[in-house]
């Protein structure tokens, strides 16, 4: 298994790669644009359930779920999509507790790895109505797919 480190440095040459394969250029920049609009539907749909603010209130009051050693889940591909999206990653140290990925304002990244995504936790089911759970899931459904298929576009390059 690569180092997070190490996989930064390769997502960063392969953002470099892309911009020099025109042959996969527009499609992956147009799957982006999708990604885009789904990830904020995602966000809005966080909002509008409650979800951000019972995390954002969890993540002061004790440790967020965000644990050690979760951003070894990330593909290279994955986080070149985070690089195309205009995220810059943490410089920091690992904190040896937590995901390299969460900073004082949360995570860092925009695209999430299904672990990340798929990961709710008892206080957040005892608060979500199942309507709005539901909804929510149909979205992330969404950015699921799309990240699923710009990972297999960029696996090529
Ligand atoms: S998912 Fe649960 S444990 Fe994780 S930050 Fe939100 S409330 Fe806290
Ligand atoms: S949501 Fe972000 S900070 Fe939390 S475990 Fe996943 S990648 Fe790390």
Redesign the pocket.
């Known amino acids: 298994m690569l180092p997070i480190y190490r996989k930064i440095h390769l997502a960063k040459e392969k953002k470099e790669k892309i911009f020099q394969k025109s042959e996969y250029f527009s499609e992956i920049f147009q799957l982006l644009e999708e990604l885009k609009k789904v990830i904020n539907d995602v966000q809005k749909e966080r909002l509008k359930t409650g979800m951000t603010n ?2 954002a209130q ?2 002061m009051e004790s440790k ?3 644990g050690s050693e979760i951003e070894n889940k990330y593909s290279v591909e994955l986080l070149t999509i985070n690089l195309l999206l205009g995220i810059s990653f943490p410089r920091k140290e690992k904190n040896i507790e937590m995901c390299f990925f969460l900073t004082e304002k949360g995570c860092s990244l925009l695209a999430r790895d299904v672990f990340c995504i798929n ?3 008892e ?2 089911k005892s608060q979500l109505s199942p309507l709005g759970l539901k909804n929510l899931r149909e979205f992330e459904g969404l950015q699921l797919n799309l990240q699923f298929k710009i990972e297999e576009i960029l696996k090529k390059i």
């Open positions: 019972i995390c969890c993540a967020p779920c965000c990961f709710i936790c206080k957040i």
